[in-house]
Nanobody, 124 residues
C-alpha cells in the first residue's frame, strides 16, 4: 500500500538548519509530484513547496523562498526538504504528500496520500 514516512525533524536554534526526508513506498516517484506542507498550532495547513518528476519543476511559498530547497532522489524513492536559516515562525508539523498526478501544486486537494508528519521546532 502507499506509504509516506517523514523524518529529520527536531529542535533547532534560529538560524540553524534541518533536512527533512520523505520516504515513499507502494508507488514510484517517477510519476507523481510530491508536496511539503506544514501546520502550526492553531493555524491551517499551509503548502510550503512541491516538486514534479518529469521536469523537476519546483515551487516555494514566498515565506521560505531562498531558505528552503526541495529535491528528489527517485532511485531511493525519497524527497528531501533542506531548510536553512530557520526562524521561529517555521515551527510546525511538516507533512509530505503524494500528488494525484505529476503537477506541482501547493493546494492540499491535489494530494491523495499523506505522511504522519514530523515536528520542527525553532527556538532558542
Amino acid at each position: 500500500q502507499v506509504q509516506l514516512v517523514e523524518s529529520g525533524g527536531g529542535l533547532v536554534q534560529p538560524g540553524g538548519s534541518l533536512r527533512l526526508s520523505c520516504a515513499a513506498s507502494g508507488f514510484s516517484l517517477d510519476y507523481y509530484a510530491i508536496g511539503w506542507f506544514r501546520q502550526a498550532p492553531g493555524k491551517e495547513r499551509e503548502g510550503v513547496s512541491c516538486i514534479s518528476s518529469s521536469d523537476g519543476y519546483t515551487y516555494y511559498v514566498d515565506s521560505v523562498k531562498g531558505r528552503f530547497t526541495i529535491s528528489r532522489e527517485n532511485a531511493k524513492n525519497t524527497v528531501y526538504l533542506q531548510m536553512n536559516s530557520l526562524k521561529p515562525e517555521d515551527t510546525a508539523v511538516y507533512y509530505c504528500a503524494k500528488g494525484e498526478d505529476d503537477v506541482c501544486s501547493i493546494g492540499p486537494f491535489e494530494y491523495d496520500y499523506w505522511g504522519q508528519g514530523t515536528q520542527v521546532t525553532v527556538s532558542s
